[in-house]
């Protein structure tokens, strides 16, 4: 998945204007204790953020 996938879904789930700042600030323990944010400087693959943006945030599984 492409990062500007991610940023879409993202935005679709949490709209444009809070998406950012929920990357930026919500600690996901599967990502190791990172926000998406830092997952993505730490070079985790967009899919497995995404994963745990799902589970962090209970989508159904036609989301993942």
Do not use: F
């Amino acid at each position: 998945m492409p990062e500007a996938e991610l940023w879409e879904r993202l935005n679709r789930q949490l709209g444009p204007d809070y998406a950012p700042t929920w990357a930026a600030n919500v600690v996901i323990s599967t990502l190791g204790e990172r926000t998406v944010v830092e997952a993505l400087a730490a070079g985790l693959s967009c899919k497995t953020i995404w994963r745990a943006v799902c589970a962090t945030l209970e989508l159904p599984q036609s989301e993942h």
